[in-house]
């Protein structure tokens, strides 16, 4: 394993705003690395960072040893426009050439026409096209220069499950012959689908960055799931990391009718332990591991609330 | 890949993309020729007289590369900085130098093609006359008095939305074209606009061109309007885009 490219200590401030905060970030080749975060968590800003479009206020910045605004260094790159925003007059085949001029070895439109499914398209100004269409196009200029690595922001936004699917096969199969791939979403399926490797930020410092299971488990929340009249009770236990009301704008704490609420607790055991001495009654208890989503929440929003303010909303998404 | 070929590749599609819309510069392109056409061949007494014929050619291709550089600048870079497409052509192995020299190119194609259609019509419908060196000369002249209205091309195109900057252009445009001289010659102007006419850049690259093509005496205003012009015009222009740098990203 070689590194690719590298953040040491970078920091960005844009004014007042510090969207990345000290960030340390070594990217190797051979993996699929996802980037969560929350809006305005940092992600585009290292994204644009190592595509050398923005300068890093403090810090290295490396790109294949050298530095990331040297346009010959960007020649084992590959990125994709935000917004699906193409040439609205030029055709289909126009624009994968017009990319495509820019490398030595690149792959010839109709192959990659084949690989990301606009064969059909070639003829079409890109202005005519579907948003799914827009987008697989967008994700395949990318890969026109046969690059070694490869940085997605939120590649699929917006995409139905279908054209999601027919997307994650391509960057797989592409990823087994030998890309790197750095992707950023908001669909956490897609970074469990897709990524070995989980970068978990927030407010432009990295939270979290371990195997996608090793991020699981290093959260290690469990949902509890149960009824009970007295649920604000239940919430002001130790070992509660957030609270959801199973009907939403109902408030767990405070409201008598509301009866069941999901509980996310580090300790389950304790957790029911505590419940069960505390003597306050309830029913339908279940339990079960928390999704990656679910780990990504506690991660990035706010510490484990006290008693007063155990409604949590989910936010983000 | 060489910057000069990614030069060509980028002033390719640039234009590509300007020919698949050829409205949006068809005005440009062809209102010169049009005013000519109108303006000044039906009037014999400067159609038929070869300095004034020659003169208004003069002007009307100075008006050329003026529309052309405001639009193809200003418009052009407003509305590029309201798309993403922009920031990821960025992001390619391509250095500034060969997207900055592409946009010069493609723009400077397009004026080429304003100017031939008023040249060719001042040479078979007027009395319009120059040795063929001279309008070498004379399109040296051109290009030179021109920079000042392409940095403000740029300038317009950093300081504003592109709804604002096609506005503006316009009002740039035709002042500087009807102050400078290059609709009406500063003949017929009042004392006090023929004074004024003197400060602006569309009325220096006027006389200048003149000079090259007819030769005679060099008013110094000339020279040194244009001077400061490109020199004023070009701070501007790079003072907005610094600023423009920190604004987008934030």
């Known amino acids: ?317 | 890949m060489s910057t000069a070929h990614l030069t060509l590749v980028h002033a390719k599609y640039s234009l590509l993309e300007t020919a698949r819309v050829p409205i949006a510069v068809i005005g440009g392109l062809v209102f010169p020729a049009l005013s000519l056409l109108f303006f000044v061949v039906p009037q014999r007494m400067v159609a038929d007289d070869p300095l004034f014929a020659t003169q208004a050619v003069i002007a009307l291709s100075v008006f050329a590369l003026l529309a052309n550089s405001l639009f193809g600048f200003g418009i052009t870079i407003s509305q590029a900085r309201e798309t993403a497409w922009d920031p990821y052509l960025r992001t390619l192995p391509a250095p500034a130098l060969a997207r900055v020299l592409a946009q010069v190119f493609s723009t400077g194609a397009l004026g080429v093609v304003s100017i031939l259609p008023v040249i060719v019509i001042g040479a078979l419908l007027t009395e319009a006359t120059a040795p063929l060196w001279r309008i070498g000369v004379g399109l040296v002249a051109l290009a030179v008095a021109s920079l000042p209205f392409m940095f403000l091309g740029i300038a317009i195109g950093y300081a504003m939305p592109s709804k604002a900057a096609i506005a503006v252009v316009q009002v740039v445009m035709f002042a500087l074209a009807f102050g400078g001289g290059l609709f009406l010659p500063p003949i017929l102007f009042a004392d006090w606009l023929d004074t004024l006419s003197t400060f602006l850049p569309s009325r220096q690259a006027r006389e200048f061109v003149i000079w090259a093509v007819q030769g005679g005496q060099l008013e110094p205003w000339v020279w040194i309007g244009i001077l400061a012009w490109t020199a004023a015009s070009l701070a501007l222009a790079l003072v907005l885009f610094r600023r423009d740098e920190g604004r987008r990203y934030r």
């Open chain 1, 1 to 317: 394993m070689t590194t690719l490219a590298s953040l040491e200590h970078v920091t960005r401030r844009y004014g007042a705003v510090t969207a990345v905060d000290d960030v340390t970030l070594h990217i190797e080749s051979g993996t699929i690395l996802g980037l969560l975060g929350p809006n305005g968590a940092g992600k585009t800003t290292v994204i644009s960072l190592l595509q050398g479009l923005r300068t890093a206020t403090s810090g290295t910045v490396r790109l294949f040893g050298g530095d990331p605004a040297d346009a010959a260094g960007r020649s084992h790159l590959g990125s994709t426009p935000q917004e699906t925003a193409l040439p609205a007059t030029l055709r289909v085949g126009e624009v994968v050439d017009f990319v495509g001029a820019h490398f030595e070895h690149r792959v010839p439109t109709a192959e990659l026409a084949r690989e990301f499914g606009f064969d059909g398209l070639l003829r079409r100004q890109t202005g005519s096209l579907s948003g799914g269409q827009k987008r697989r196009l967008s994700v395949a200029l990318a890969f026109v220069g046969r690059p070694k690595l490869v940085l997605l922001d939120e590649p699929t936004t917006g995409l139905d499950v279908e054209a999601r699917c027919t997307l994650w096969a391509a960057l797989t199969s592409q990823h087994e012959r030998g890309a790197t791939i750095v992707v950023t979403s908001h669909y956490l399926e897609e970074i469990e689908a897709l990524a070995q490797r989980v970068v978990v930020m927030g407010e432009g410092r990295v939270l979290a960055d371990d195997s996608l299971s090793g991020v699981l488990e290093r959260v290690g929340l469990a949902r509890v799931r149960l009824e009970s009249s007295e649920l604000g009770r239940v919430a002001a236990l130790p070992g509660v990391d957030r609270v959801e009301s199973d009907r939403a704008g109902v408030d767990p704490a405070g409201a008598g009718d509301a009866t069941s609420a999901t509980f996310f607790v580090r300790d389950p055991d304790a957790f029911v332990t505590a419940l069960v001495r505390s003597g306050i009654a309830f029913r339908g208890l279940g339990v079960r591991g928390a999704t990656l989503e679910e780990a990504f929440l506690s991660l990035t929003g706010p510490p484990p609330a006290p008693p007063s303010a155990a409604t949590s909303v989910r936010k983000g998404f």
